[in-house]
């Protein structure tokens, strides 16, 4: 009897013991790791009083993997990392002619984060992958030039983009929530909507060769809303 007792008793220390585990494990948010896709509205920003620019919506969604580390027992903060493949564009009039152009910027975006309770913030470092301008009345694509005087010349230059070369590399901060609208067994269906404003000119100084073409120069704002699906590991 005395034998039954002490087997009784080493099973209900187990069965709490295992169950105590249980309820930690339940209450870990698991490291996760998943993709996500998102569309973008983007506005560029300059002093030239010849162009004329507005909200543009991206056109290709962005396409990424994404990754979540748990730092908290009680879920309430988490390490993010995202890696996209990004496009912003760019609509405008320039000229005094009002001629309408679109311009397209691709970067590999970089972006180590924090989640504190389903609100997002981190810090986007773009990598240029390519850059072209198309021409929306002539419905072609074509490279940008600029014609200017150099000093104590009397000749004027003519200079042509050169689309990825001319592209910095940018610091986008951005502040965002994202709510999840589905959960299963840790893995988690996220809708996530985010504001970025970068901190740096899109183009490097010298793709502008003069100070008073300097003003073309600018950064962007972007407003973006997506899905995201993380896996529970």
Same mark, same amino acid.
């Given at each position: 009897?005395?034998?039954?007792?002490?087997?009784? &008793?080493?099973? &209900? &220390?187990?069965?709490? %013991?295992? +169950?105590?585990?249980?309820?930690?494990?339940?209450?870990?948010?698991?490291?996760?790791?998943?993709?996500?896709?998102?569309?973008?509205?983007?506005?560029?920003?300059?002093?030239?009083?010849?162009?004329?620019?507005?909200?543009?919506? $991206?056109?290709?969604?962005?396409?990424?993997?994404?990754?979540?580390?748990?730092?908290?027992?009680?879920?309430?903060?988490?390490? #993010? %990392?995202?890696?996209?493949?990004?496009?912003?564009?760019?609509?405008? #009039?320039?000229?005094?002619?009002?001629?309408?152009?679109?311009?397209?910027?691709?970067?590999?975006?970089?972006?180590?984060?924090?989640?504190?309770?389903?609100?997002?913030?981190?810090?986007?470092?773009?990598?240029?992958?390519?850059?072209?301008?198309?021409?929306?009345? #002539?419905?072609?694509?074509?490279?940008?030039?600029? #014609?200017?005087?150099?000093?104590? $010349?009397?000749?004027?230059?003519?200079?042509?983009?050169?689309?990825?070369?001319?592209?910095?590399?940018?610091?986008?901060?951005?502040? +965002?929530?994202?709510?999840?609208?589905?959960?299963?067994?840790?893995?988690?269906?996220?809708?996530?909507?985010? /504001? +970025?404003?970068?901190?740096?000119?899109?183009?490097?100084?010298?793709?502008?060769?003069?100070?008073?073409?300097?003003?073309?120069?600018?950064?962007?704002?972007?407003?973006?809303? +997506? /899905?995201?699906?993380?896996?529970?590991?």
């Amino acid at each position: 009897m005395k034998s039954v007792w002490q087997l009784l &008793c080493a099973f &209900c &220390c187990f069965h709490m %013991a295992f +169950g105590q585990d249980t309820e930690v494990k339940k209450n870990l948010n698991p490291f996760k790791i998943g993709a996500h896709t998102q569309v973008r509205m983007s506005s560029f920003s300059n002093e030239a009083k010849s162009e004329e620019h507005g909200f543009s919506f $991206s056109g290709t969604p962005d396409m990424g993997v994404s990754v979540y580390i748990p730092a908290s027992k009680k879920n309430a903060v988490g390490i #993010t %990392a995202d890696i996209t493949l990004a496009n912003f564009q760019n609509t405008y #009039t320039s000229g005094s002619n009002k001629v309408e152009y679109t311009r397209t910027f691709n970067y590999l975006m970089l972006v180590p984060g924090i989640n504190f309770e389903n609100v997002t913030f981190g810090i986007a470092i773009g990598l240029p992958m390519g850059y072209h301008r198309h021409n929306n009345a #002539t419905d072609v694509a074509e490279e940008e030039m600029w #014609t200017f005087l150099q000093s104590g $010349s009397a000749t004027p230059v003519t200079k042509t983009g050169d689309g990825k070369a001319g592209m910095n590399m940018v610091i986008e901060p951005r502040l +965002g929530y994202s709510y999840p609208v589905m959960n299963n067994a840790g893995s988690q269906l996220n809708l996530n909507a985010q /504001v +970025g404003l970068m901190l740096s000119n899109v183009f490097k100084e010298e793709y502008y060769p003069t100070a008073n073409l300097q003003n073309l120069n600018g950064t962007m704002m972007s407003i973006s809303l +997506g /899905v995201q699906y993380m896996f529970a590991l």
